[in-house]
């Protein structure tokens, strides 16, 4: 019997990217043509989530700073939750220790975040963690950034309260990711698959390890969810 194609979140780095980070582009057309619902979960600031729906065209579904942020075309609503002060306290003190968040004196990495801060990867990673603790707040190791985040938010609590506004079950969905910042997530989702590049906390809250990595392995996921 033939079942239905699921609803689809998928994170962008290390999943539709390659291994230098760029999109890859034989990604484009297999999520414009998916036929239902694709919500792109990610660590990234609202814009870039945004940016890709309307360069990929599909209607703008987002989860974005790790569940900070959501915004959903169908109900024309923006959602935050998330200390953003909190983190900037983090940041401040990090700081006084003699480190820096890591981007430059413009940052585009975290100028348009609303709810977590960003550090770049190669800032020390411990002081970090012990000073969001200090704050109630946690740190995502994406293998791309460090990310400050207040407790309780994260890819699965967006992505939860995103399909209770589109008035679908978490459990129909399949999910694509590759990092620590998807577990979450990836525990909720009916269909979880991590990429093969993905790191050990997402390869064990999966249900499934592709053979291949980054977006190889996410247009293999595709051809295993539409076959399941
Ligand atoms: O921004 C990051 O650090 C990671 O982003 P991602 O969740 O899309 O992989
Ligand atoms: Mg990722």
Redesign the pocket.
Same mark, same amino acid.
């Given at each position: 019997m033939a079942t239905m194609t699921p609803p689809l979140a998928v @994170?962008? @780095?290390? $999943?539709l990217t390659d291994g230098e980070g760029a999109v890859d582009p034989r990604v484009m057309t297999p999520l414009r043509e998916w036929p239902e619902p694709v919500v792109v979960a $990610?660590?990234?600031a609202l814009p870039y989530p945004v940016a890709l729906c309307s360069f990929v065209g599909i209607p703008t579904r987002v989860v974005a700073e790790n569940g900070g942020a959501a915004y959903l075309v169908d109900d024309d609503q923006l959602t935050f939750v998330g200390d953003r002060e909190a983190a900037q306290r983090v940041v401040t003190r990090y700081r006084e220790q003699g480190y820096e968040p890591g981007w430059g004196e413009v940052d585009l990495t975290n100028r348009w975040r609303e709810t977590e801060l =960003?550090v770049s990867l190669d800032q020390p990673l411990e002081p970090l963690k012990e000073l969001a603790a200090a704050e109630g707040m946690h740190v995502f190791d $994406?293998g791309? =950034?460090y990310?400050v985040t207040s407790r309780g938010v994260d890819k699965g609590a967006g992505l939860e309260a995103v399909c209770r506004r589109l008035d679908r079950s978490v459990d129909e969905f399949a999910m694509v990711g @590759?990092?620590e910042?998807d577990a979450a997530a990836f525990e909720l989702v009916g269909d979880a698959y991590a990429v093969a590049n993905a790191d050990e906390t997402a390869k064990l809250a999966a249900d499934h390890t592709t053979e291949a990595s980054y977006a190889d392995g996410f247009l293999e996921a595709l051809d295993a969810i539409r076959s399941a």
């Open positions: @994170d962008i @780095d290390g $999943t $990610t660590g990234k =960003a $994406t791309y =950034a990310h @590759d990092s910042n």
